[in-house]
């Protein structure tokens, strides 16, 4: 049985700024409880822990360590009893030639993009299970359907979790799991400050819709997919980059 929004724990890695705080504030808004965690804190955490004490909580955690992730996952348990909703959004990109790339960027990205996402899910699906119900989504990209020069880490990673939102899809569904990746375009983030002026202005150019994504733009689809309205839709992964790859 899927509980009502404002019975609905919703647990966001990454929370803190960028996309993450798009989806936090989203759920929010919605009626949510709404647990997030990063490694550091940000005035906007600070915000929500003022405007909502009964429906939020951060915690530091370093997801791509596990037993940071396992115990994060562990304490919003104990917290907040439940998690309903699962919204694995940290990630990190790292960009550079390939031939140039070394080892610490590789680790560093793939331990938080497919070790830390595999930690956090494995860890909130048993409560899932437990309760027969639940929703995943992964935070992908379309870099890792479509591939971006300089950054072949990253999207390795991003079509690994396409990857692991299919396989969990099957496993997890006659459960009344739900499991489906969002892949984004180019978002305004401090991610894609790499990017410079004339990559993003190209970006828009050839974008149908004309410009850059933003947070909200994307949250509003992930609220869709972890929501009660979504009774039919799992393992897919849904393009949210203004038609850019059409
Ligand atoms: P961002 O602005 O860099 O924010 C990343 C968030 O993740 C921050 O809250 C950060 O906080 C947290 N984080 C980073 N490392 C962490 C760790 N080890 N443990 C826990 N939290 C950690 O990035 P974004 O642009 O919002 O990206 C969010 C997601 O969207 C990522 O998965 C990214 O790949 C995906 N995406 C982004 C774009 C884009 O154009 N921006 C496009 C497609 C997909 P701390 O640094 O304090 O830990």
């Not at 955490?45 to 405007?51: A, F, G, L, N, S």
């Not at 031939?99 to 993009?113: F, S």
């Not at 996402?117 to 048993?126: E, F, N």
Request: charged share 25%; net charge neutral; aromatic share 6%.
């Amino acid at each position: 049985m899927t509980a009502p929004i404002e019975a609905r724990v919703a647990l966001v890695t990454g929370g803190s700024r960028g996309l993450g705080a798009g989806i936090v504030e989203d759920l929010l808004a919605q009626g949510y409880a709404v647990a997030t965690c990063s490694r550091s804190r940000t005035d906007q955490v600070e915000v929500w822990e003022k405007e909502f004490p009964d429906r939020f909580s951060f915690l530091s955690a370093d997801v791509s360590v596990e037993a940071d992730a396992t115990r994060y996952v562990k304490d919003v348990v104990q917290r907040w009893g439940r998690i309903d909703v699962l919204v694995n959004n940290a990630g990190v990109a790292g960009e550079g030639m390939i031939a140039l790339t070394d080892d610490g960027l590789i680790d560093r990205v793939v331990d938080l993009n497919i070790k830390g996402t595999l930690y956090v899910t494995r860890a909130a699906s048993r409560t899932m299970l437990a309760r027969r119900s639940g929703a995943i989504v992964n935070i992908s990209s379309v870099v890792g359907l479509s591939g971006y020069r300089g950054l072949s880490v990253y999207s390795a990673t991003k079509a690994a979790l396409d990857g692991m939102t299919r396989s969990l899809a099957r496993e997890l569904g006659s459960r009344g799991i739900t499991v489906n990746s969002v892949a984004p375009g180019y978002l305004r983030t401090e991610m894609s400050h790499g990017l410079d002026e004339d990559q993003l202005k190209q970006i828009e150019r050839r974008t149908p819709l004309g410009r850059l994504g933003d947070a909200q733009d994307v949250a509003r689809v992930v609220s869709f997919l972890v929501s009660p309205d979504n009774k039919f839709m799992t393992g897919q992964v849904l393009v949210v980059d203004g038609g850019l790859s059409s």
